[in-house]
């Protein structure tokens, strides 16, 4: 049998690609290489954090947005540098991030709330950026929280998946190869897989059964990246940051490799943008492990004192929570690829909230009784285990103790006492007045301006060494990878590019394997909220162009 399009990869971008098209009466042919368990793919694993702009949430908590205030900040943060001609590789990135920007500002939250999506009504800040208005950050709180996180969000085109006649979803396929005659891409072939019963996010086994060989007038990529792949993550490390990290922990499983991206430069598609990527520098190691070197990142609030390996305090825009890209950078020009918060129980009870579906079963399981336990004393269930069981975290009455944990957790004692205690008594002292000079201080005065933060997310100003607010805690960080932001080179409707201008017949792509569309909208920075927007919005405008043909 032949279909119009085959979608490759049944992750959020995928499942909006190949649903919208079948919804238009197009024969649709949905593969994937993992098991029906995994369908979905990363976003089930989401916070299902989504960027808005000037939204009913926004304005009832008066807070002033507007789609030029959105596109500032992203052409801020994104800093693209590779635009100097028609063939460059920023020159669809910037078309589709406006694209994406106006989208956010418009029918996007219609939309979701048409498919019965709704949404936590505190907003997030999330990448404050800690420098001039017109760089990096947003400027407004804008990460909208997803009432049932990733799988909510995943659930109204699982739906649809289950629900279309004309839409047939083969798991265990692995593509091996896309079909060219011509010069057009005509399908896909490669190896049926033997079943598997391994949960979701698990390694499963690539044993052959049999092949396969399938022919359609268009295929989609919706693949994903290449952040479980933590070897090709090292060969794409960008030289300006250095040397990749020899020790990363994963933030996503490990079939998100890569693998079809090369699979599509074979038959001649252009994938830019290969030194961009965005990895967190707030890691933890899971204490309780799904896939291999699995990483759970804390999404932290602005007051942890954060240093690196050796124990001097990173400056801004350095601070927890505002700008990951310089941190990064900070942290490996220190030489070590770890870093430290060492911070108060009432910071973390307050402030730390963990990445993730899994984290946050409050969130996820809709439990408004749950949820109203977070503005209670005390941290979530999740943070607490954490607390109890994770390798990385230390807790002690005294910074003594606390320094000599520490320094228990490393191969080598890099942490001095006195310099460490020097730091963090000179920042107490900025907090016998209402203002400040410490520019991390000044940031959390500001955070506490919003009613959000306020009320439930950063903790009122206190001296890290009061024991009133203790005991101490420390953390180790790690370098943690999730995504890819670069991708195969789109035109605005989705279709790949041979060499900037011209499309590859038959060849279209969305979500993270097209660097979430154009090959780098993200430019060098995410603003948060926006990789399963760039899912929904990439596949969203691929489904319509597939579905009108």
């Known amino acids: 049998?032949?279909?119009?399009?085959?979608?490759?990869?049944?992750?959020?971008?995928?499942?909006?690609?190949?649903?919208?098209?079948?919804?238009?009466?197009?024969?649709?042919?949905?593969?994937?290489?993992?098991?029906?368990?995994?369908?979905?793919?990363?976003?089930?694993?989401?916070?299902?954090?989504?960027?808005?702009?000037?939204?009913?949430?926004?304005?009832?908590?008066?807070?002033?947005?507007?789609?030029?205030?959105?596109?500032?900040?992203?052409?801020?943060?994104?800093?693209?540098?590779?635009?100097?001609?028609?063939?460059?590789?920023?020159?669809?990135?910037?078309?589709?991030?406006?694209?994406?920007?106006?989208?956010?500002?418009?029918?996007?939250?219609?939309?979701?709330?048409?498919?019965?999506?709704?949404?936590?009504?505190?907003?997030?800040?999330?990448?404050?950026?800690?420098?001039?208005?017109?760089?990096?950050?947003?400027?407004?709180?804008?990460?909208?929280?997803?009432?049932?996180?990733?799988?909510?969000?995943?659930?109204?085109?699982?739906?649809?998946?289950?629900?279309?006649?004309?839409?047939?979803?083969?798991?265990?396929?692995?593509?091996?190869?896309?079909?060219?005659?011509?010069?057009?891409?005509?399908?896909?072939?490669?190896?049926?897989?033997?079943?598997?019963?391994?949960?979701?996010?698990?390694?499963?086994?690539?044993?052959?059964?049999?092949?396969?060989?399938?022919?359609?007038?268009?295929?989609?990529?919706?693949?994903?990246?290449?952040?479980?792949?933590?070897?090709?993550?090292r060969k794409n490390w960008p030289t300006w940051l250095g040397k990749a990290p020899k020790k990363m922990i994963a933030g996503v499983p490990e079939y998100v490799n890569g693998r079809l991206l090369q699979v599509?430069?074979?038959?001649?598609?252009?994938?830019?943008?290969?030194?961009?990527?965005?990895?967190?520098?707030?890691?933890?190691?899971?204490?309780?492990?799904?896939?291999?070197?699995?990483?759970?990142?804390?999404?932290?609030?602005?007051?942890?004192?954060?240093?690196?390996?050796?124990?001097?305090?990173?400056?801004?825009?350095?601070?927890?929570?505002?700008?990951?890209?310089?941190?990064?950078?900070?942290?490996?020009?220190?030489?070590?690829?770890?870093?430290?918060?060492?911070?108060t129980k009432e910071i973390v009870e307050r402030e730390f909230a963990l990445s993730g579906s899994e984290q946050n079963p409050d969130l996820t399981g809709k439990n408004l009784k749950l949820v109203l336990k977070r503005a209670l004393p005390g941290p979530t269930t999740a943070v607490q285990s954490f607390l109890d069981f994770g390798e990385d975290f230390v807790t002690a009455q005294t910074l003594p103790e606390l320094v000599n944990k520490m320094n228990t957790l490393t191969d080598e004692s890099l942490l001095n006492l006195d310099t460490i205690k020097d730091t963090i008594v000179a920042r107490d002292r900025e907090l016998n007045n209402t203002f400040t000079k410490d520019a991390q201080m000044q940031a959390i005065h500001n955070a506490r301006q919003y009613i959000g933060d306020q009320k439930i997310r950063v903790a009122k100003p206190h001296q890290i060494l009061d024991q009133n607010h203790g005991p101490l805690i420390a953390v180790k960080l790690h370098i943690l990878s999730r995504k890819t932001l670069g991708g195969l080179q789109t035109n605005l409707d989705g279709a790949v590019l041979k060499d900037g201008i011209q499309p590859l017949p038959g060849l279209y792509a969305a979500g993270e394997a097209a660097g979430f569309g154009g090959g780098g909208v993200h430019g060098y920075r995410s603003l948060e909220g926006t990789f399963l927007g760039g899912c929904l919005f990439s596949g969203l405008q691929v489904g319509h162009t597939l579905g009108s043909s």
């Open 264 to 343: 599509s430069e074979q038959v001649g598609a252009r994938t830019v943008n290969k030194d961009r990527m965005w990895h967190y520098t707030e890691g933890i190691r899971n204490w309780y492990p799904v896939w291999k070197s699995h990483g759970i990142r804390i999404l932290p609030g602005p007051s942890s004192i954060w240093l690196s390996a050796t124990g001097d305090r990173f400056s801004a825009p350095n601070f927890p929570g505002f700008d990951t890209l310089s941190t990064l950078k900070a942290i490996q020009d220190t030489g070590y690829d770890y870093s430290w918060f060492i911070t």
């Open 1 to 233: 049998m032949k279909f119009d399009t085959i979608v490759v990869g049944s992750g959020l971008s995928g499942l909006v690609a190949a649903t919208e098209i079948a919804e238009r009466k197009k024969r649709v042919l949905l593969i994937d290489q993992e098991g029906r368990q995994s369908l979905g793919g990363q976003a089930y694993w989401s916070f299902g954090g989504l960027f808005l702009i000037d939204s009913p949430e926004q304005r009832k908590l008066n807070i002033q947005d507007s789609v030029n205030l959105g596109w500032q900040d992203w052409q801020g943060s994104a800093n693209w540098d590779r635009l100097a001609d028609p063939y460059d590789e920023d020159i669809w990135a910037k078309k589709w991030a406006e694209a994406y920007v106006n989208f956010a500002a418009g029918r996007k939250r219609e939309w979701l709330q048409s498919l019965g999506i709704r949404f936590f009504p505190i907003v997030g800040w999330a990448e404050r950026g800690g420098s001039l208005a017109h760089e990096h950050g947003n400027s407004v709180p804008r990460f909208h929280i997803a009432w049932g996180t990733g799988p909510a969000i995943l659930q109204p085109f699982i739906t649809k998946l289950n629900d279309l006649q004309n839409l047939t979803y083969l798991p265990r396929h692995q593509v091996e190869q896309l079909i060219m005659s011509g010069g057009k891409i005509v399908g896909v072939e490669g190896y049926r897989l033997e079943e598997t019963n391994a949960m979701r996010g698990r390694a499963t086994g690539k044993t052959a059964i049999g092949e396969f060989r399938y022919l359609a007038d268009t295929v989609v990529i919706a693949s994903g990246g290449i952040g479980g792949n933590l070897d090709l993550v």
